[in-house]
């Protein structure tokens, strides 16, 4: 299994930029699939980001495109979520989750795709 931290929320003017972290340890971060979802109030958590083990691939949400990059340090076992332009409607507590399983670009959208979740960070987007 792989534990996850998530790091860098706080709260942000609207425009504003944040990075969020999240570490992993054990040796099979590599190996991993990575995402990030957001659950703002409310019983679901949305998909915002995913890149494959590699870095090769990434997926973004409609609402998160062009403002938000997803990338990760394999070396490091860190990804990361850069975010700017943030908006109000971006508030939410942000999760990093991992999977071993193959990439798939329908797939990286579902929660039920990732195996290993962090405790989550919050953003909050207001003046």
């Known amino acids: 299994q792989v534990q996850l931290v998530e790091s860098g929320g706080g709260l942000v003017q609207p425009g504003g930029s944040l990075r969020l972290s999240c570490a992993a340890s054990?040796?099979?971060?590599?190996?991993?699939?990575m995402g990030w979802f957001l659950q703002a109030p409310g019983p679901e958590r949305e998909f915002v980001a995913a890149?494959?083990?590699?870095?090769?691939?990434?997926n973004y949400a409609d609402s998160v495109k062009g403002r938000f990059t997803i990338s990760r340090d394999n070396a490091k076992n860190i990804v990361y979520l850069q975010m700017n332009s943030l908006k109000p409607e971006d508030t939410a507590v942000y999760y990093c989750?991992?999977?071993?399983?193959?990439?798939?670009?329908?797939?990286?959208?579902?929660?039920?795709?990732?195996?290993?979740w962090g405790q989550g960070t919050r953003v909050t987007v207001s003046s």
């Open positions: 989750a991992a999977t071993g399983g193959s990439w798939s670009g329908d797939g990286c959208k579902k929660q039920d795709t990732y195996a290993n």
């Open positions: 054990g040796r099979t971060f590599s190996s991993n699939n």
């Open positions: 890149i494959s083990r590699g870095g090769g691939f990434t």
